[in-house]
């Protein structure tokens, strides 16, 4: 495994990744996949358990069923948390905010490959999240773009169906990838003295202004 091939800086990932949710339809090549999901393994779990899992998709007759379940998903949470059904629902002021996330719903059918990040055993997320986020920034070494998405209880045996995966394995993330029809970052996020406090809650960091 050419591990080379991960050079760029990793404060370059880190401060250049952003979420991704368009893509060309150019395919991921396997050279490429392999390499992502050797960084993923990588990464730490307590206990060195492993029990992170990654089912890898890149037929486009499953990526279309899947995107079907995923579109119904993200209304689904929606409706749960703001009332909305369709796109009419949604109040112009928060558009820019949704919208996005709205058009990679309608657009999932078709993105170049997706990666859904599970795991066996004891389930634990804090065993699972580190690889997921050492998945994403290898992508991002390669020039692949990803974003991190869940999908709704109510379309969960859907999922399980699709893929034939066991009631015991748990789903965390189910993660596109492709090459970005636009950029990465830099990115706009909040200052860390908003994010972060020094010895106890709501004490200010040292640099804070």
């Not at 990793?10 to 368009?22: D, H, K, V």
């Not at 060309?24 to 490429?32: C, E, F, L, N, S």
């Not at 206990?47 to 993200?74: C, H, M, P, T």
């Not at 045996?157 to 965390?172: E, N, S």
Request: include cysteine.
């Amino acid at each position: 495994m050419d591990h080379s091939r991960l050079s760029m800086p990793l404060g370059e990932a880190m401060f250049t990744q952003r979420s991704i949710r368009r893509f060309r339809p150019d395919p991921v090549p396997v050279a490429d996949l392999e390499l992502i999901l050797e960084a993923a393994v990588k990464a730490p779990s307590g206990g060195n358990s492993q029990i992170a899992r990654f089912l890898v998709v890149n037929d486009r007759d499953l990526i279309k069923e899947f995107g079907a379940v995923y579109r119904d998903a993200w209304w689904a949470k929606r409706l749960d948390s703001h009332g909305w059904t369709g796109p009419e629902d949604i109040p112009e002021a928060d558009r820019a905010q949704f919208g996005p996330a709205m058009r990679l719903a309608d657009d999932m059918a078709t993105v170049p490959c997706l990666v859904f990040v599970l795991s066996v055993g004891s389930h634990q997320p804090e065993s699972v999240l580190p690889a997921a986020q050492n998945l994403m920034l290898a992508a991002r070494a390669l020039g692949i773009g990803s974003v991190p998405t869940r999908i709704h209880p109510s379309v969960e045996d859907r999922f399980r169906a699709i893929f034939g995966v066991p009631q015991d394995v748990t789903l965390h993330f189910a993660i596109p990838l492709g090459y970005p029809a636009g950029r990465f970052g830099p990115t706009t996020r909040r200052p860390t003295w908003e994010t972060g406090y020094l010895n106890t809650w709501g004490a200010p960091l040292p640099w804070t202004p």
